[in-house]
Nanobody
Framework: QVQLVDTGGGLVQPGGSLRLSCAAS????????MGWFRQAPGKEREFVAH????????VYADSVKGRFTISRDRAKNMVYMQMNSLQPEDTAVYYC???????????WGQGTQVTVSS
């Protein structure tokens, strides 16, 4: 099992920045990828970005490319997402997630609210 605790959300004005953090514990050696998803009110949960735990390669949703950066610190079992140039459409609950060795998104954080509003 892998446990995830995501933090760092808040209220920010359009054009502002936030940094989300995700602390992983448990069987982190078994994780293949870690990532972030988000869910806005009335919408389905959507993929934002992921990073492979060992090699560090990254993939981003088109809607956040060039604005968001995912990173990880394996020594600290932490994953981060730096979010710049935030827009109202980025408002959502953001969830940290981790996969099994086979790549299934099986582990989820509790979510952290990001609100972009003037």
């Amino acid at each position: 099992q892998v446990q995830l605790v995501d933090t760092g959300g808040g209220l920010v004005q359009p054009g502002g920045s936030l940094r989300l953090s995700c602390a992983a514990s448990g069987r982190t050696f078994s994780v293949y990828r870690m990532g972030w998803f988000r869910q806005a009110p009335g919408k389905e949960r959507e993929f934002v970005a992921h990073i492979t735990w060992s090699g560090g390669s990254t993939v981003y949703a088109d809607s956040v490319k060039g604005r968001f950066t995912i990173s990880r610190d394996r020594a600290k079992n932490m994953v981060y997402m730096q979010m710049n140039s935030l827009q109202p459409e980025d408002t959502a609950v953001y969830y940290c997630a981790a996969t099994t060795p086979c790549g299934s998104w099986a582990y989820w954080g509790q979510g952290t609210q990001v609100t972009v509003s003037s």
